[in-house]
């Protein structure tokens, strides 16, 4: 199993120039603008996009009848997955810590363009990445990396269309029926905890999906 996490690891290597430039349009564009919060979060999130990149990866090298092959069960292959995922939301948020500080004693600039809300939005930026991912992994599971792409716009436009529903005929966003104030105030309050509820929650199930799914899927 440690050899899977390992492998998906490996994939990095062949991005490192990408995210290099990615890095340094970031602060570039942060410089210019005078506030950093855009370097702090960039490269950690692109980092995390490679957990899904690692997927496509592996269905254009046909990875998984090799995997299925070795002494591993499909659970086995699932937790592996998961457990770099986690590992790569710890490896993010190191690195979107190491940018703030050396922004802050490098360049050192004022309150505005860089203040310790930025890790906040990271973390909550991070907790939004799983919870995308809780979703991804047990649709491409199912189907595959490819056709997932479709069955995931198929549920964002059925989302739509049911919220456009609602707010012509219902009028379930007129702002006497709910009080969004009083909804971001809260957010901001609590948004971090609520957040790790909601992805704690999604994860878990999100896991056994993964595992349903992938026992039942032949290759």
Request: proline share 2%.
């Amino acid at each position: 199993m440690r050899g899977l996490i390992i492998k998906d690891f490996l994939y990095l290597k062949n991005t490192w120039k990408n995210l290099v430039i990615i890095f340094i349009g970031s602060l570039l564009i942060s410089i210019a603008l005078g506030n950093y919060l855009l370097t702090i979060c960039a490269l950690p999130l692109i980092l995390l996009t490679n957990t899904i990149n690692t997927f496509q990866t592996d269905e254009f090298f046909n990875t998984d009848s090799y995997t299925l092959s070795l002494p591993l069960s499909r659970r086995q292959i699932i937790t592996a997955r998961y457990i770099y995922t986690f590992i790569m939301v710890i490896t993010a948020f190191f690195v979107g810590l190491v940018l703030f500080y050396l922004i802050h004693f490098i360049i050192k600039p004022n309150h505005n363009g860089l203040n310790t809300d930025m890790l906040k939005y990271l973390i909550m930026l991070e907790g939004t990445s799983l919870l995308v991912d809780s979703i991804f992994y047990p649709v491409i599971y199912k189907v595959g990396c490819e056709k997932s792409r479709l069955v995931l716009l198929s549920i964002v436009m059925l989302l739509l269309g049911i919220g456009s529903i609602l707010s012509v005929y219902i009028n379930v966003f007129d702002k006497d029926f709910i009080d969004f104030v009083a909804i971001i105030n809260f957010i901001q309050k609590n948004g971090v905890m609520v957040l790790s509820i909601v992805v704690t929650i999604s994860i878990i199930i999100s896991y056994f999906l993964s595992i349903l799914f992938y026992k039942k899927r032949d290759f």
